[in-house]
């Protein structure tokens, strides 16, 4: 584990640290007093990327009137990415994996495109001028 973080106010931490430096909270990292972040359960799809088809699961961390603040990854806690409410969406594993699946299987078809359209390149002559 890298690093960890304080659920008292979502510092970054390193895991031999015995209190936050933040917020001087004794730290545990096992058992019922456990008080660290040391990996996030997404609770959210976001869409960040205007043009794409790409979402990503995430933790909302904090709401505003017309934002959410998410993390994607235990780091960006300290740093949270804002997110536009119309673009977050409720946690659903079979949808996010039904578009990582054709995602993957549309790059797949565009490598193999590439390839055939290369292998008809390869086949080209140049130009020879006759008098």
């Known amino acids: 584990m890298s690093g960890i973080i304080c659920a008292d106010c979502h510092?970054?931490?390193t895991s031999d640290l015995t209190n936050c430096p933040n917020c001087n909270t004794t730290i545990f990292l096992?058992?019922?007093n456990k008080n660290i972040i040391d990996r996030i359960q997404p609770n959210c799809l976001i869409?960040?990327?205007d043009g794409s088809d790409i979402l990503e699961p995430a933790v909302i961390i904090k709401k505003s009137k017309v934002n959410y603040r998410v993390a994607t990854k235990l780091q960006e806690y300290n740093a949270p990415v804002?997110?536009?409410?119309?673009n977050v969406y409720a946690f659903n594993?079979?949808?996010?994996?039904?578009?990582?699946?054709?995602?993957?299987?549309?790059?797949?078809?565009i490598m193999r495109y590439d390839q055939l359209?290369?292998?008809?390149?390869?086949?080209?002559e140049p130009y020879q001028d006759t008098p």
């Open 11 to 13: 510092t970054w931490l």
């Open 30 to 32: 096992d058992g019922d």
């Open 47 to 49: 869409y960040r990327y």
């Open 82 to 86: 804002v997110v536009s409410k119309q």
């Open 93 to 109: 594993q079979n949808i996010l994996s039904s578009i990582q699946a054709l995602r993957n299987e549309r790059t797949a078809t």
């Open 117 to 124: 359209i290369q292998s008809h390149w390869q086949h080209l």
